[in-house]
């Protein structure tokens, strides 16, 4: 055993080391300068040629101030709410720093650093790497500042080096990004809502970011930023910072910030494609978004210049012929958003997500959510039934020409033989876009005039979680689906980006491969080449023969259907048009072997933005997805692809046997005769009837979500969903039921990661 005096003089030399090393650690880090901070470089991005698209970066967006041009009340409201005691503590928070290393030593995430000091020294401490060497180093430096400058000098450092989201560091610029003033003019209620944002500026600018987290919607941020001002406001106020008076002022109106602006070289469909290669270098790295922002990356993108041009000339050319907002009031209000993607491969070689920054246009409708895609979801439909059959088929994949009941007005039947009831209890109906007796016709037919009962009860003969389940396979993210597995959720109540069907689309281009869509192919910093952006590689996601029929019925969808206005392109093409419940949006989605690209239509209300009827746009009585969405994809196809030769497509080998719905054929097409029941029967709205021939058009009036390009009725051709039907009220089975338990419950919107996270 070891004596006393041993264990003690082993003891004592142990601790005097540390007090060594710790003297050595102290003496040999410096204390650190803001202006250090200031030496933010650009970020330069790429065009897939390699030639530079724009250098964008926050090295002009930040000016120190003298601690005598930073409103008292700012330093009060990060003191009140971060650190109250901070001109009484060393500047260390010992609990802190030991909850660092905890979990560092865990592999956990670092927590610490809460003290403003210590906060200003990790906003100039140049390494982020999440290190116990850093961290020590971070706990001496912490420790000089403490004592070797005075409280203003630190509030001074840590109100001009934080940043503030928008590319804002600093608080100078940070008031000029949000307020348009001078930090000096802030008023103490402009300063609680700037304070805010230091927990966050991602979730805590009312402006919102769903581009980079899709719970950090406009609405969800103002309201995270409101009740963190009122907090804020109310603490000083509580510490004896802000008068009873000052305080009432205060709090009186919650002071919104301006909207954001463009910077320079960010206009156009510019902005929108270094908005969307920033989200996929996010969700791709380890960089977080304050770091990026400080610059120092060089971001190559997949994006080709003359295609971008041509799909941004396209819709003006459309826009112009078309529209005329200055003088017709359903004219305003109505956006495009539109992308194009490489098949087998997945790159996103042009894009348009609007009227640009510099017009106030700060949401990126290529990679938006919330504009459901109507009868664009029918393939998948139809792809499913091919693969996984009906639960009358044995399993066995069924044919295209397989025949259902075309006709307008129909109940919806649950494989156990019970009907789908509203919430009254009354027979749900589902509608076409006219009344129109179509009979028993193939699905082939169905899809070539856009009719909705067939699809509605084959998704219901199908399962709608097999539905569910070809859409994700083909890249539709998850959480961009409708959560009610209704019938309606066969005719497009789910609301994909731009962006993902284009991508999904361009699976039945690759006979059944599919690959994620990217928008970048390398970034550097430093010279070095980060890793994480290696290109998605293709997976065979469906039989080859299942994606070559799917694009052999939406080959014909363009040469006898409602998307006959894509016969201009001049080549081999498949696709397929949408449009939805009261004409709220408008689709076209198409492909060649070279290119998928889709358009959308839609008008949104600018204050709320409520999705509009487009009822009375351009003239008409309905926009339909077959018309300006058709032409606008027609157009940029034609600029897109001039020189490069029409390889068609594969053939189509026939799949499947004829399994007709149950009660097929009828020996004569008539409407639907309704059996005598007692519930009462509702019906959605009579629909105006559009004609078919030569080009079909679409329902001007639709329950739900009914995309009409020219078939039948209030769901019809072309459209979503009827009003949908409730599940409880009768018997159900399986995941055929209307309410079922998925849909989308993911953690991605409608953007390439959800919400909106970049492709």
């Not at 700037?194 to 581009?211: F, Q, S, V």
């Amino acid at each position: 055993m070891p004596s006393w005096r041993l264990v003690t003089g082993l003891g004592i030399g142990f601790v005097g080391s540390l007090v060594v090393m710790a003297g050595v650690g102290y003496a040999l880090v410096s204390i650190p300068n803001e202006n250090a901070a200031a030496e933010s470089q650009n970020n330069v991005y790429y065009w897939g040629d390699g030639t530079q698209m724009v250098a964008t970066g926050t090295g002009v967006n930040r000016q120190n101030l003298t601690i005598d041009k930073i409103p008292k009340a700012m330093q009060f409201a990060v003191i009140s709410a971060e650190n109250k005691s901070f001109y009484q503590d060393s500047g260390v928070d010992p609990m802190g720093i030991a909850r660092a290393l905890a979990n560092m030593a865990r592999g956990g995430q670092t927590q610490g650093g809460s003290t403003i000091t210590q906060q200003f020294v990790k906003n100039t401490y140049l390494s982020q790497d999440q290190t116990l060497t850093r961290k020590f180093t971070e706990m001496f430096i912490s420790l000089k500042v403490g004592t070797k400058l005075d409280k203003n000098e630190i509030m001074r450092g840590y109100l001009n080096t934080s940043y503030y989201g928008r590319g804002a560091y600093g608080i100078q610029a940070a008031a000029q990004t949000y307020y348009g003033k001078d930090a000096e003019d802030l008023t103490p209620s402009q300063c609680a809502v700037l304070a805010a944002l230091l927990k966050g500026p991602t979730y805590y600018d009312p402006a919102g970011n769903a581009d980079l987290d899709k719970t950090a919607t406009e609405e969800a941020n103002r309201a995270r930023s409101e009740g963190r001002w009122r907090w804020i406001l109310g603490e000083m106020h509580k510490d004896k910072h802000l008068t009873d008076a000052d305080y009432q002022k205060a709090v009186s109106k919650y002071p919104n910030p301006q909207g954001r602006k463009a910077t320079r070289g960010m206009n156009g469909q510019v902005s929108y494609m270094v908005d969307t290669a920033k989200k996929y270098v996010i969700n791709h790295s380890n960089i977080t978004e304050a770091q990026f922002d400080k610059g120092g990356y060089q971001i190559y993108t997949t994006f080709q210049k003359a295609k971008v041009d041509a799909l941004t000339a396209a819709v003006k050319k459309i826009q112009k012929s078309r529209l005329n907002p200055e003088t017709k009031e359903k004219d305003k209000y109505v956006q495009f958003g539109a992308a194009s993607v490489v098949p087998n491969d997945g790159a996103i070689v042009a894009l348009y997500g609007g009227d640009g920054y510099e017009n106030g246009h700060f949401t990126n409708n290529a990679d938006t959510s919330g504009v459901p895609v109507g009868s664009t979801w029918k393939p998948y439909v139809l792809a499913a039934a091919m693969q996984d059959g009906t639960y009358n088929s044995n399993g066995e994949g069924i044919s295209p020409l397989s025949k259902y009941n075309g006709n307008d007005h129909l109940k919806v039947r649950r494989p156990d033989g019970s009907y789908y009831l509203n919430k009254d209890n009354s027979f749900f109906f589902q509608a076409n876009e006219s009344n129109h007796p179509w009979g028993y016709i193939t699905l082939r037919k169905a899809m070539e005039q856009s009719i909705n009962t067939p699809f509605v009860q084959l998704g219901v003969d199908v399962g709608m979680s097999k539905v569910r389940d070809m859409a994700r396979s083909t890249g539709i993210l998850e959480g961009s689906m409708a959560k009610d597995l209704n019938p309606s959720f066969a005719i497009g109540t789910s609301t994909p980006s731009a962006i993902r069907m284009a991508d999904s689309y361009a699976t039945f281009a690759a006979s059944g491969k599919q690959a994620d869509p990217y928008s970048v192919t390398m970034v550097k910093k430093d010279g070095q080449e980060m890793a994480g952006f290696t290109k998605p590689k293709s997976k065979q996601v469906m039989d080859s023969s299942i994606a070559n029929n799917v694009t052999d019925v939406l080959q014909n969808v363009i040469q006898n259907g409602t998307g006959q206005n894509a016969k201009a392109l001049g080549r081999t093409a498949a696709g397929k048009t949408g449009t939805t419940d009261e004409n709220k949006s408008a689709w076209f989605v198409g492909y060649t072997q070279q290119l998928s690209t889709s358009v959308a239509m839609f008008r949104e209300n600018p204050k709320d933005h409520r999705l509009l009827s487009m009822n009375g746009t351009a003239g008409t009585d309905s926009i339909h997805g077959g018309d300006i969405p058709t032409s606008v994809w027609t157009e940029y196809m034609l600029a897109a692809l001039k020189g490069k030769n029409d390889p068609g497509f594969p053939d189509a080998i026939k799949i499947g046997k004829i399994h007709n719905e149950v009660g097929a054929p009828t020996p004569t097409p008539k409407p639907s005769i309704t059996p005598s029941q007692t519930p009462t029967e509702s019906t959605s709205p009579s629909p105006t009837e559009s004609t078919t021939s030569p080009s079909p058009t679409e329902s001007e009036t639709c329950r739900f979500f009914c995309n009409n390009n020219g078939g039948t009725g209030p769901g019809g051709a072309d459209g979503g969903a009827s009003s949908s039907p409730t599940d409880s009220t009768s018997p159900g089975n399986g995941d055929v039921q209307g309410n079922g338990n998925a849909g989308a419950n993911g953690n991605n919107g409608g953007g390439l990661f959800g919400g909106q996270a970049g492709q």
